[in-house]
């Protein structure tokens, strides 16, 4: 039998990371001494906070467009990969999302260390966004999501120039 989720649940893992993500840039910027990349982190928690209200609007979206659709958020692979995967995340076995990853950074946490965490949760949340689209049918909001998995892609190479800067 297929894993079933809530559109609800799903979206508001997604919204999370997000405030996760955010917390940790705005955070991470506060103790960055070097002018560029605190206008880095500062840009990217300002874009993390736009991802959470797209994925707010895309539950709200699939609420209006697939009612049917709400109470079961099924593996549309056939394999139940996806929806094994989206389990796994949500009861924290994969990350976790009830952590503060601002509360690993201090006044004392080097430019490289607050670079390698953030590659780490980007690339974290790519996985879980391609997730995601494995397991919704195609064309709700699949446009909306590819936008976001470029978006936090791009943050991946941004953050590794900065660190490969630094020597790291």
């Known amino acids: 039998m297929a894993e079933q989720f809530n559109v609800d649940e799903v979206f508001e893992i997604a919204e999370q990371i997000e405030r996760n993500g955010a917390k940790f840039y705005r955070r991470s910027a506060q103790v960055a001494a070097d002018p560029e990349a605190r206008g880095l982190l500062v840009e990217l928690a300002d874009m993390e ?88 049918p195609p064309g709700l909001g699949w446009e909306k999501l590819d936008n976001i998995i470029r978006e936090e892609m791009g943050h991946v190479a941004s953050l590794t120039q900065q660190l490969a800067a630094l020597g790291g």
Not at 55 to 81: C, H, I, T, V, Y
Not at 94 to 108: H, I, Q
């Open 49 to 136: 906070d736009r991802h959470e209200r797209v994925f707010a609007a895309m539950r709200e979206d699939l609420r209006r467009e697939d009612p049917e659709w709400l109470p079961k958020f099924s593996d549309a692979d056939g394999e139940n990969q996806a929806a094994l995967y989206l389990r796994a995340v949500a009861e924290g076995r994969v990350f976790d999302l009830k952590g503060d990853p601002a509360a690993d950074v201090s006044e004392d946490t080097s430019l490289p260390s607050i670079l390698q965490i953030a590659i780490g949760l980007e690339k974290e949340s790519v996985v879980f966004y391609l997730g995601i689209k494995e397991a919704m």
